[in-house]
């Protein structure tokens, strides 16, 4: 069998640091927010080349966070992709603040810049870019879109850790970006977590009360706030799974370059990494028309797949109430349609990449 993601192989590469990293937390008493937290605040914002992360509990919780410190409100519209998890269009939800979408540029995945100025009204508020599988959105013509209506950018980067366009890594060309540490994400926690990366102090201040019940000192709440901290222990194993990151993420490179030099004029469509991006392969999706079919097949040969995603946002039940119908993402539904995410982490060894290529190829054919 070949999983499609196997988190106990990263856990014994690095057992005995987070052990001890663990150990340590659950020994001192102090179990949420405290010393790791911090040192892991300085330590990702440095990696992020920003001047400030605040962590908290998940990515969504960043995501919520950051909307309500750049200021949007109930009834504002934001604008963002219906090719994503549905977390980036509840976080604007939470907030009584409309999603507004536009659909994807078909080959990278991610919000099609040539189409958001058309979705700009007087009540939109921000742009929130996905960096869908680990690549980053096309962020230039996104921030010129922004700078010219005003309007706030904050990026979902809950999938990017560590990408980068034009040489910037993942979160810190928008007002704010943010991170999920969800288990299977590119740096996962052994729970839940998330981070936000800014470099506007005034809103890092913000959301670092808010996330603590609004609180500027204790019990004394200057603004309705949330419970979103961060518990120590994620903290702890985070430190240490940070340090691996830039070697888990080359590893990832080299078996999605792999995977593209065995599949390219193949039956499927290889996804590519766009001129000026590194591609960080969170996922590794390929584009085949009879996509249930392949997904069958290698299951059938032992190999897992993935579906990201299989329903876009817009076509989903709880988002009835927008008025969205078939038809109106075209490129969002193609790609719901038709990708599957190959299996594809740091431990995935290159003999493994071989074989399920080998059996994509036996079997698919071209979209
Ligand atoms: C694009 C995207 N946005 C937001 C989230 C939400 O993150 P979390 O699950 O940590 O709340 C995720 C991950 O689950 C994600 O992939």
Redesign the pocket.
């Known amino acids: 069998m070949i999983p499609f993601l196997d988190i106990k192989a990263q856990y014994a590469t690095i057992q005995a640091e987070l052990e001890a990293a663990a150990l340590k937390v659950l020994r001192s008493g102090r179990y949420v927010l405290g010393e790791d937290v911090k040192a892991l605040e300085e330590e990702f914002a440095a990696y992020c080349g920003t001047s400030h992360a605040i962590a908290v509990n998940?990515?969504?919780?960043?995501?919520h966070l950051s909307l309500l410190a750049a200021g949007v409100g109930p009834g504002d519209e934001v604008i963002t992709t219906p090719f994503?998890?549905v977390?980036?269009a509840a976080?604007i939800s939470y907030i009584g603040a409309i999603p507004v979408f536009v659909d994807i540029d078909p080959v990278t995945f991610n919000i099609d810049p040539n189409q958001i100025e058309r979705a700009i009204t007087p009540r939109t508020k921000a742009i929130v870019p996905?960096h869908?599988y680990g690549q980053m959105a096309d962020m230039d013509p996104i921030l010129q879109i922004a700078a010219k209506h005003g309007l706030v950018v904050i990026e979902?980067a809950?999938?990017a850790h560590g990408a980068t366009y034009g040489g910037q890594r993942a979160g810190s060309l928008g007002v704010s970006g943010?991170f999920?540490?969800?288990p299977g994400?590119n740096l996962g926690a052994c729970g839940?977590?998330?981070i936000i990366v800014t470099n506007d102090d005034k809103q890092a201040q913000q959301m670092r009360m808010l996330r603590d019940w609004g609180q500027d000192r204790r019990y004394h709440h200057v603004t309705q706030g949330f419970n979103y901290r961060m518990d120590a222990i994620q903290g702890a194993i985070l430190r240490v799974k940070l340090r691996q990151l830039e070697t888990w993420t080359e590893a990832r490179r080299t078996r999605a370059r792999l995977y593209t030099s065995l599949l390219v004029n193949g039956p499927v469509e290889v996804p590519r990494e766009a001129a000026g991006r590194r591609h960080v392969w969170h996922v590794f999706a390929v584009r085949t028309r009879d996509r249930d079919q392949l997904q069958k097949f290698l299951l059938s040969e032992g190999v897992e797949t993935g579906l990201h995603y299989p329903i876009p946002v817009h076509l989903q039940p709880a988002y009835a109430h927008l008025g969205h119908g078939q038809g109106d993402f075209p490129a969002a539904e193609a790609a719901a349609n038709n990708v599957l995410s190959l299996p594809l982490y740091p431990e995935l060894s290159l003999r493994d990449v071989e074989i399920v290529a080998e059996l994509v190829k036996q079997n698919a054919y071209v979209d």
């Open positions: 998940t990515g969504t919780s960043a995501l994503t998890f977390a980036t976080a996905v869908l979902d809950c999938q943010c999920s540490f969800y994400k839940e977590g998330g």
